[in-house]
Each structure stands twice: as structure tokens, then as C-alpha cells.
């Protein structure tokens, strides 16, 4: 979608702000004191960190995390267990030295940590603009009045690659150096309805230029000391970043009738100080003056170094207790990471300078909760693509949703794009959104949203966002150049990942954020030999989503809820061990077998909220479930056991995992048991003891 403004008043305003920083600080001459290699770099005066804050002896990210969440409510009298959205936007997922964690999620920890025990959870990766990421989507909900109050958290424990870096750079050029302008920091954001328009955002905007995902990559070292590092083209980076970032500004503005002179500060990420002057260079050119002073620019780096998604939060907070942000100043965001992805969001503050300054707490309250109105304008899956190697195709699965009602569909037999046995996940990210995009008759240049929910990938990168990966890959093009926008973005929620994706999807379609989206998951589990319980189906699907202008057919709502605290011995890892790395994954037919018992009470829950009969419902697309406990559920849940649809098997007996839902939903049209026009609930769950569900209508 082009740019545009937001209504005037009608979005969101941050009700309060959370920081955590570690203890222990650590010089950017200590950083390259420890090289293994001594380096002639003039660190400290090309990035101007002189020092940053470190983590890793007694705490890590998701505890970062937690403190900053802390932090931000005891300044706020909206409650914890009155937040409705919690989003956990962290790159980092160590949780001890050697040890990442992929399930449950963060965002599920955190909601049992903190008691947000009534919030949707899931967790938002895209790089360095992942809080950002979050903070866009809740305002998005907030001004559809879905929602009253989101806290997007990230906690971020980063510095191990720098010690990583320091084993691995060889000289001045290495690709690695800039993992030594590292820092770790927690930082929690709570957003808020702007009910009586003193402050808020005006407009926030990201777009994912994927052609440039090469340029920044971080992922698990092959070097016998394990570790993780990241690998820069420092110049390239900064240099698309730039100039794709300020035109994103001038396109931002020009929309809004404003400039740069407008606003009373202007922050970007935080990488180096070059960087940022760079940008007000580029500012003022592409504006034809001097619209943008560097004494008005927030530059944070001297004691803060990079601290990735949590840059913009801190230099806020530090800005406004030294006085350099006071309150009613109009701040400009400029967002940047990795991907590439940049972004603007434009904000007038009320009174959180002087509040955080003296301590004090906010006296807005949190919002009336509203029962959802029943039948929502429908997002229709338009078409589903799948790809699936020889071990786990389904050939039984011809047909997506409402086959019988899109004729065009028809015109691309066969039950999925091939994908061989080895399929990477881009490879099997590109053959399933391949087949979807064929089936809806759509071009790459149409969608201008793409959701990847997968949670295993090929080589367990950890940035950029695999969807600003595939972005690029497959020709989605966000740039200055293209014809239209594009943002992408990782979810994470375990195998509740696809359902909570095409939630995030469709809220953002009837807020007016996309016209087109897709959500596409992939999964490549590479885990230890030996591994008890079933692996995870090398597999890949893609959902393309459209609001159906008919509003006869589509998801009509969506409800999903914690059922129970995980247990924390299980989950699934990433391990290292001689430089290799592998995935560490708990049976999953245990917490299959507990949340199994929750299925009927979240899907009745559901009904009641969309006054729905359970007689009503003709088919019940389920999560995987072990076979047992799969016979027990329809033996013993009253009227829709008996509907409960068996999902396409894995021929080699694998957990379909995010794809259930996908392969699930074409496989009850094309059994032709489920007519166009008839309802279905389709539900999900996972490890971390959550479960979802959502009617559709075919």
C-alpha cells in the first residue's frame, strides 16, 4: 500500500517506558584490548561508543526483558493483567552461556512471568526494527479499538557476539567488526488508546527492502568455540539503510503535509555516530536546506553502544532525564535494520518526559474491555500453496478453501509444488508461496505484506527476519524503485505460529494497513540424533489473505488464551558442540496430550463470543495431535468430536507443526464434505501450553 497519513487523534500514545540496563560496563578499549588479534581501529572515534553496558554473568535476555517490562508498569496504573497484546520483539534468544531458546516462546515466559495472563502472546522478529515492528502493529490494533493496551518488550543480550568477534576477526576489513560496537539493554513500551489527545503517534510506517538481506547476517559460528557472530557490510549497510530510510522520511512527511523542521528532536537507531551524521547529511540534501540539525538529533552511543531492537526506547528514556526531551515535543523516529527494513514514525509526547524525570506514575487507566462484535467483515484465504518433500506429502490435500467457489483454482492440479527431501526453508518457502500465488492468480508485486511463522530454518539464522530473506529472494520489492510497499516480518509462537499469523494478518487488513497478504511458514529441524518423539515435517505452506469484498467466505474471529504454565524443562533449543549446531527438542506428545484436554473449553469460548451453536460447525480442523489422544478427543467432546476432521498423515509420521492448519483447511474442501458457505473452527496450540482457535467461513 502507498503511504498515507493516519487519521488525526486516532491512534495510540505510550502510557510508559521501561529500561534495564546490565551492571557491569565494559570500554571500547577493553573490547579491543581482548581481541585475539590486535587491531589499528579507531573504534571509539569512528562510531563514538566509548563504552556500553554487558550481560551474560548472572543475566540474559529474556531476564533483561523482564526487568524492563517491570520497570515500565510500576510507572503506569494500567495493570499487567489488564493488557490485552504482549509482544516480545527481541533478536536474542539466549537464555544461559551456551543455549537458545526456540519453544516455547519469549513472549510465553514473559506472560507467566509478569502475570499478563489475559494477553495474546506471541513473539515479532525483524532485526533491529522487531520493537518498532511490535509497537506498528499494536497501534494498528489500538486504532481499529480491537485492542485497549499492548506492552511490546525486548530484551537483548547481545554482547556474546562480540566475544565471539573478538576470537574470530582477523584484521581492519573483517566482516565481523561490527559486532564489537555491541551492547545489551532491556526495553519495554506500553501503549495505550490517545483518548484525550494530549500526545501520541501520528503515523508509523516500516517497508522491508529485501534485495539488500545479504548485507547483514547473524547466525550460529561453525568455529569449534560455538558462540554467535555476525557478518556486516558496514559500508553497503549504511549506505542503502541511508538513502532508503530518508526517502522513506520525505514520503512519510510529504504524506502528512509536514518537515523535518516540524519536530522538536529526531531519533534514529543507534549504530555509530558516521552513520548518523550521514543521515542528517543525506536529510538535508534530498529536503534542499538545512532542515535538520545534528544538535537536534538524540545520539546515544558514547555510553550505550548498538542495543539493537531496544535503541530508540533507551535514548528516549536517557533524552528525557537529562532534559534533552522535554514534554510536548514532536519527536521523529527513523527506524533501520537489517533485511533491509527501515521505517518513520512520527510522535507528540505528553507528559512522559517530566513523569519519568520525577518518577512519577501515569494516571491514564486502562480502557473498558469490549465483547468483539460477531461476524467481522471476513479475510479470505484466497488460495494455499504448499510444499512438501517425498517423506510427508499429502496427496489426499487437491483443493484450498472454497475450491468450488474460486474456479480459478482448479487450473493448477496436484496436492503441492515439489519441494525435494533436503528443501532448505527457502526453498520450501518458495515453492509453497510459488504454488499460493499461482493458485490466487496474484503477483509478487501485489502483496503488500508477508508473515513467515516458522520456527526451524536452515543454518538457525537469527537475522535478518527469514521474511525480509525471502522478500528479497523471491522478488518482493519494497525500495524506492518499486511500484508499490512491502513489509515482512517473522512470528514465533511454536506450532500456534500459523493461526496467530493469519490473526496478525487480518487485523491488519481491516485496519487498512495491507490490501494483500501472505503468511507463509517453513520448517527444517535439525535436531540431535537420537531425539525422542516425532520431528518436525521438512515442510512448507503459504495462505494468501484478501478481505472478500462479497463478505460471504474468510476468518470471521479468532480466540486464543494460555491454558496452563509450560513446564520448563521442556521446549526445544539450539545447541552447539564443536562448532556444530543442532536442535535439543523435548517429547512433544506430552504437552500435546495435556493441552488436548483444553481444546473443547478454547473453541466453546470462541463460539460463545461469535454466538455460534456448536451444531452449527461442520468441520473441526485440528493441531497434530498424538493418535491416542487424538481418538480420546473425539470419543469425549460432545457433538463436534465426532467432526473433527484427520489431518493429511505424514507418511514418515512427523508433527505437520505450522503447516497443520494449511494442509488442514484444503484438506476438508477437497473431501468434499464441507460445502462453500458451511462453518469451520480450526485450532492450534503449543508447547508452551497455549491454544487457539478461529471460525471460518468456506
Not at 153 to 179: F, K, N, P, W
Not at 272 to 290: D, E, H, M, W
Not at 518 to 523: D, G, I, L
Request: proline share 6%.
Amino acid at each position: 500500500m502507498s503511504i498515507q497519513a493516519a487519521p488525526a487523534g486516532a491512534g495510540s500514545v505510550i502510557d510508559s517506558i521501561g529500561v534495564a540496563l546490565p551492571d557491569r560496563v565494559m570500554t571500547t578499549r577493553e573490547v579491543l584490548d581482548g581481541c585475539r588479534n590486535r587491531l589499528a581501529l579507531p573504534l571509539e572515534q569512528t562510531t563514538g561508543i566509548v563504552s556500553r553496558r554487558v550481560a551474560g554473568d548472572v543475566e540474559y535476555a529474556l531476564d533483561l526483558a523482564t526487568r524492563a517490562a517491570e520497570d515500565c508498569v510500576s510507572r503506569s496504573s494500567i495493570g499487567l493483567g489488564d493488557v490485552d497484546l504482549l509482544i516480545s520483539a527481541s533478536i536474542s534468544r539466549v537464555d544461559s552461556p551456551q543455549r537458545s531458546t526456540y519453544e516455547p516462546s519469549a513472549a510465553t515466559h514473559l506472560r507467566h512471568r509478569l502475570g499478563c495472563e489475559r494477553a495474546w502472546a506471541f513473539d515479532v522478529t525483524n532485526a533491529c526494527a522487531g520493537q518498532f515492528t511490535g509497537i506498528y502493529i499494536a497501534d494498528a490494533l489500538i486504532r481499529a479499538g480491537e485492542i485497549g493496551s499492548a506492552l511490546i518488550v525486548s530484551g537483548e543480550y547481545i554482547s556474546h557476539l562480540m566475544r565471539t568477534a573478538q576470537l574470530e576477526i582477523a584484521d581492519e576489513l573483517d566482516a565481523r567488526i561490527a559486532c564489537l560496537t555491541l551492547g545489551d539493554a532491556g526495553a519495554a513500551v506500553l501503549l495505550t488508546r490517545a483518548d484525550d489527545g494530549s500526545g501520541g503517534f501520528d503515523h508509523i510506517g516500516i517497508r522491508t527492502v529485501g534485495r539488500y538481506h545479504t548485507l547483514c547476517v547473524a547466525g550460529p559460528t561453525d568455529r569449534p568455540h560455538g558462540g554467535v557472530i555476525m557478518k556486516t557490510d558496514m559500508m553497503g549497510l549504511a549506505a542503502a539503510g541511508i538513502r532508503e530510510m530518508v526517502a522513506h522520511t520525505q514520503q512519510t512527511l510529504g504524506a502528512m503535509g509536514l518537515s523535518p523542521t516540524d519536530f522538536d528532536r529526531f531519533i534514529p537507531h543507534q549504530t555509530s555516530t558516521l552513520a548518523i551524521q550521514a543521515a542528517v547529511r543525506r536529510t538535508n540534501k534530498v529536503f534542499g536546506g538545512v532542515v535538520l540539525d545534528e544538535r537536534d538529533v538524540i545520539n546515544n552511543l558514547p555510553r550505550r553502544g548498538n542495543t539493537a531492537t531496544t535503541t530508540h526506547t533507551v535514548a528516549l528514556r536517557d533524552a528525557s532525564l537529562d532534559g534533552r526531551i522535554r514534554t510536548g515535543d514532536r519527536v521523529l523516529f527513523e527506524v533501520a535494520a537489517s533485511g533491509v527494513n527501515v521505517g518513520t514514525a512520527a510522535y507528540r509526547l505528553d507528559g512522559l518526559p517530566d513523569r519519568l524525570a520525577r518518577g512519577a506514575r501515569s494516571s491514564r487507566t486502562a480502557p473498558p474491555r469490549r465483547r468483539p462484535a460477531p461476524w467481522r467483515h471476513p479475510v479470505r484465504a484466497v488460495a494455499i500453496g504448499l510444499a512438501e518433500t517425498g517423506a510427508s506429502a499429502h496427496p489426499g490435500a487437491s483443493a484450498h478453501p472454497g475450491a468450488s467457489a474460486h474456479p480459478g483454482a482448479s487450473a493448477h492440479p496436484g496436492a503441492s509444488a515439489a519441494a525435494q527431501p533436503g528443501a532448505t526453508t527457502l526453498q520450501l518457502i518458495g515453492a509453497a508461496t510459488d504454488d499460493c500465488l499461482r493458485r490466487a492468480g496474484v503477483r509478487a508485486s501485489g502483496v503488500d505484506l508477508l508473515i513467515h511463522v516458522g520456527v526451524y530454518r536452515t543454518g538457525m539464522i537469527a537475522e535478518p527476519a527469514i521474511a525480509a530473506i525471502a522478500a528479497g529472494e523471491l522478488g518482493f520489492d519494497g525500495s524506492t524503485a518499486a511500484t508499490g510497499e512491502i513489509l515482512a516480518f517473522d512470528v514465533a509462537n511454536g506450532a500456534l505460529g500459523m493461526l496467530d499469523g493469519c490473526r496478525i494478518a487480518a487485523e491488519l487488513i481491516r485496519a487498512g494497513k495491507a490490501d494483500t497478504a501472505v503468511v507463509v511458514a517453513s520448517e527444517v529441524e535439525q535436531r540431535e540424533p537420537g531425539a525422542v518423539g516425532p520431528a518436525v515435517a521438512r515442510c512448507g505452506s503459504a495462505v494468501l489473505l484478501r478481505l472478500d469484498p462479497d463478505r460471504a467466505s474468510g476468518f470471521l474471529g479468532f480466540h486464543s488464551r494460555s491454558v496452563a504454565t509450560p513446564a520448563p524443562d521442556r521446549g526445544a533449543w539450539v545447541m552447539q558442540d564443536g562448532g556444530h549446531s543442532f536442535i535439543r527438542a523435548t517429547d512433544r506428545t506430552e504437552p500435546a496430550a495435556a493441552y488436548a484436554e483444553h481444546l473443547p473449553v478454547v473453541v466453546a469460548e470462541l463460539l460463545d463470543r461469535l454466538r455460534v451453536r456448536p451444531e452449527a460447525i461442520r468441520a473441526v480442523v485440528p493441531p497434530w495431535l498424538p493418535p491416542p489422544v487424538e481418538r480420546r478427543l473425539r470419543d469425549t467432546w460432545p457433538v463436534l468430536g465426532a467432526r473433527l476432521a484427520t489431518l493429511p498423515a505424514a507418511s514418515d509420521g512427523t508433527d505437520l507443526f505450522t503447516s497443520a492448519l494449511p494442509i488442514g483447511l484444503r484438506a476438508v474442501s477437497a473431501a468434499g464434505g464441507v460445502s462453500p458457505g458451511e462453518l469451520v473452527v480450526v485450532v492450534g496450540a503449543s508447547t508452551g501450553m497455549e491454544v487457539g482457535a478461529a471460525l471460518y467461513r468456506i
